[in-house]
């Protein structure tokens, strides 16, 4: 029903900065909220930040000052901008949607993007 794709990923040196970028495709008027979940090797997936349809937005402790989400409703993106990137931040970054019907809700996943913050 509802297909993310993300783009933006890849090997960056701590304290640098990149941004990552994740498109709705399919039943996308059917969307609510969109976010960001990392998972790094041997750790459970955790949610980095998340943003409604309205524009609110939160944050993970973690990165809290480092993070921006946003979201562009026309083009069906929304993206995670992150500065100060720290090796810690290293993980597979996962684009999140929640569709709500009147009967349910749907959560769809992408496939995934790898950052590596390495010197």
């Known amino acids: 029903q509802v297909q993310l794709v993300e783009s933006g990923g890849g090997l960056v040196q701590p304290g640098g900065s990149l941004r990552l970028s994740c498109t709705a495709s399919g039943s996308i008027f059917s969307i609510n909220a969109m976010g960001w979940y990392r998972q790094a090797p041997g750790k459970q997936r955790e949610l980095v930040s998340s943003?409604?349809?309205?524009?609110?937005?939160n944050y993970a402790d973690s990165v809290k000052g480092r993070g921006t989400i946003s979201r562009d409703n026309a083009k069906n993106t929304v993206y995670l901008q992150m500065d100060s990137l720290k090796p810690e931040d290293t993980a597979v970054y996962y684009c999140?949607?929640?569709?709500?019907?009147?009967?349910?809700?749907?959560?769809?996943w992408g496939q995934g993007t790898q950052v590596t913050v390495s010197s």
């Open positions: 943003i409604t349809r309205g524009g609110t937005a």
């Open positions: 999140h949607a929640r569709a709500r019907t009147v009967i349910a809700e749907f959560d769809f």
